[in-house]
């Protein structure tokens, strides 16, 4: 079955980095545009990144643009999520998740298969 698996979250200071990795299996990576997305205590789920198939398209949230980074890498079915200059509002869980579309999406329920999350804290 398809599984998804998130690791690299953890405890940082505002201003510090983490770096997110999703590794897939159980499905053929290069078929799936990839996202990320964050959820904080008591707020719904958010878009925070997208990437196409190959990986020459992505799509940010207008709050972490030029902070975050997601990136690819097909021959490891890895997905990334680079994220710097960390401020407390990033506060979340953390899921990646797959699409089947050719471009990328931005809407939860576009997404095929979900993550269980990693958290990540930013504190003041």
């Known amino acids: 079955q398809v599984q998804l698996v998130e690791s690299g979250g953890g405890l940082v200071q505002a201003g510090g980095s983490l770096r997110l990795s999703c590794a897939a299996s159980?499905?053929?990576?290069?078929?799936?545009?990839m996202g990320w997305f964050r959820q904080a205590s008591g707020k719904e789920r958010e878009f925070v990144a997208g990437?196409?198939?190959?990986?020459?398209?992505?799509y940010y949230f207008d709050s972490v643009k030029g902070r975050f980074t997601i990136s690819r890498d097909n021959a490891k079915n890895t997905v990334y999520l680079q994220m710097n200059s960390l401020k407390p509002e990033d506060t979340a869980v953390y899921y990646c998740?797959?699409?089947?579309?050719?471009?990328?999406?931005?809407?939860?329920?576009?997404?095929?298969?979900w993550g269980q999350g990693t958290q990540v804290t930013v504190s003041a």
């Open positions: 159980g499905l053929t990576f290069s078929n799936y545009g």
């Open positions: 998740a797959a699409n089947s579309r050719w471009s990328v999406r931005t809407l939860a329920y576009e997404y095929d298969y």
């Open positions: 990437i196409n198939r190959g990986g020459s398209r992505t």
